[in-house]
DNA sequence: AATGAATGAGACTTCATTCAT
DNA sequence: TATGAATGAAGTCTCATTCAT
């Protein structure tokens, strides 16, 4: 009993401890890149020395890996959550939530880039993580064509191009390129606007596509 | 007239040889990435000794700017070359022309990353470059406006969004993550219609954003 | 209490291995001289690492700066030491004490010639040794003309010749340009009574200066 | 003859473009030192490629025996030419004579501090040149001593005492260490004052050295 | 004879990782 | 379990020297 305690409590600090690390390490890395970023600036930040950090993981790499596969996991979390009865609320929902902090823009960007170099954050941050996001937008898609919302467009494609217009997005407000006379919500509104209205079903009967 | 010859080969010698260079550290960075590509792989992949480089540029940094330069040159080439009398075909165009290869496409993301580390590369690449294609984008959706061949929405979000879901998509090419059952001119076409029937002038009046 | 005892012994180790270091680096330097001693003899032989030395030291610059230090600060214990009732001995003790050793020549030219390289050399070597010694000589001199046992000369004057001569035979020795036919306090004493005749109180009023 | 006169002026022409570069590599040398100089910077300063450097001297070092070796020569016209009927005189000669310019005075230390490290520099400065000088003067004392202007001190110690004042004044002056309030002329007849009321014979009987 | 681009050895420095305390 | 000093591999960059033109 009270050695159960005792390893419950252990397994705890263990797990707070590591918490602690991959959040240090998430910063730095999101900050400097993977890299640049060194093991004692993130045992710095962590408030414990580098010795400890190789006490809870094997590797700077696998740091990297960590802090993928956290975020992931909060990805996963999010998108449980989002409702999407309504098609201009999931847009604005994804938008929103996803590239709220400047953090986690670069946390996207970070993983955007390392899994180009390294096949485990390839694993969970684009198979895991964004694959994730894409299918649950098709099948909202499908739903809503289904429904007769929605003009009967290959969920595929529709799907996709509503993600990399986010992702697009993101990288945008990082590099400091984007719409700083609108409200990041008139601007949600806009892009919404634009998207549905090719996105759902047309009533007039002449609007195709020819430019 | 002898040297005026002699200097005008020494100069062609001495571009081709930078250009030789550059091409190399080109594909070593959109490979490896700024930081893991290392001067010795450079060196070997144009053929020259490490110290050569150094003749030609004075860092690995300028190197870098260098790259940066030159696919910031290449662009704007490219966009002036853009016809853009139909929206369509701009939209084919800027998505099909800007990331055709994977060299291409992975320029596009090294200097993406790197624009955040470096303040030259934002420069040539966020700056020059990428401004210069929203720029000339919005233009090109003004005029398309002023036909009436597209409704009056907001040119400067317009344009962002059109940039964003096109960057979006090279980077979900580059990771894998984009749509293998369509060939790229049918996914260009579809793409093209989802925001042409949202952004053209509208016949049908009901049309209007609600999801 | 535990833990100060381990600061202690922490905080001496530190201080012994920096010693060690520094110790190692005045002898490469001495030998090498700056520019062609390498990090490497150095660490060879203070027995670490190369990484090791840049856990104490920043650079190879100041690796030179902390022997440039050490030595000025041994300099300023040993002047304070210095007892000058009697000119003799104040100039045999000058002599002797300064340049006994070879390894104290050499770095005493080392530092003469990096002076005129490195800012902070001539900081601690130029400013803060040299001109401590030559103003204690001075306040010397003024101390044993004020006492009638020396002539009215300008301190100044005579406070610079004393050291000019002192290094200039510093020079000589390591040249191998010196007197071998002399034992070192023969020589000591031949110098000083050179000095002696002339800036102590002349009893013999015809003994003017004029060749 | 057309061909001696041909040869002649060949002949002429290479020792001057040699003496050309020897004065390059002497500025060079003596602000910068003998390891931070650059052949690039010295051809720069001598006004031909690098190639040229070495199509006339075989490598750096031999540019520095090359310069050494000037500096000896010139060094032993001028000790010819000293007049020192007078010792005053000579005294006076030997300190303005030897560093009067900043750049002599550089060249001077910088073949004191080289000397140490290449044993061709040291034949021809050490050997050569300096004890070139001292033995003048020790021949001068000797005359002077014969004439009875002059106590019977050890020549071989007083001629060293000179040289080392003087050497050492002229390392004063390049630390910036010298004396300001005084001017040149001034200074060298105090120090004249100080040296001859010692090495020359004494009228007072009772001037011994006490101290 | 002059040039200067090319070379590559070797220097300084960084930093992930280890291990004795 | 925590620490942080020690390590050494590896990276960037410099520069004396060579050699084809």
Redesign the pocket.
């Known amino acids: 009993m009270a050695e159960l305690q005792l390893n419950d409590r252990r397994e705890r600090r263990i797990a707070a401890?590591k918490a602690q690390i991959l959040d240090a390490a998430a910063q730095v890395f999101s900050r400097q890149g993977y890299e640049r970023?060194?093991?004692?600036e993130i045992a710095d930040m962590a408030d414990?020395?580098?010795?400890?950090l190789?006490?809870y993981f094997n590797?700077?790499?696998e740091l990297l890996i960590g802090v993928a596969k956290a975020y992931a996991d909060q990805l996963a979390e999010e998108i449980a959550r989002v409702e999407a009865e309504d098609f201009g609320e999931m847009l604005a929902n994804l938008m929103a939530n996803r590239f709220r902090t400047g953090r986690e823009r670069r946390l996207f960007m970070l993983f955007l880039y390392e899994s180009r170099h390294n096949v485990d954050v390839h694993q969970y941050y684009v198979q895991d993580a964004m694959h994730r996001i894409i299918n649950e937008t098709e099948k909202r898609i499908i739903f809503l064509i289904e429904q007769g919302r929605m003009r009967p467009i290959d969920p595929v494609v529709a799907a996709r191009t509503l993600s990399a217009t986010i992702m697009g997005f993101a990288a945008l407000f990082e590099l400091g390129a984007s719409v700083e006379h609108t409200s990041p919500e008139k601007l949600g509104e806009q892009v919404t606007d634009i998207f549905l209205n090719g996105l759902r079903t047309q009533d007039g009967a002449g609007a195709r596509a020819r430019g």
Not at 37 to 40: D, E, F, H, I, N
């Open positions: 401890r970023a060194t093991t004692r414990v020395s580098e010795g400890t190789y006490n590797s700077k790499r």
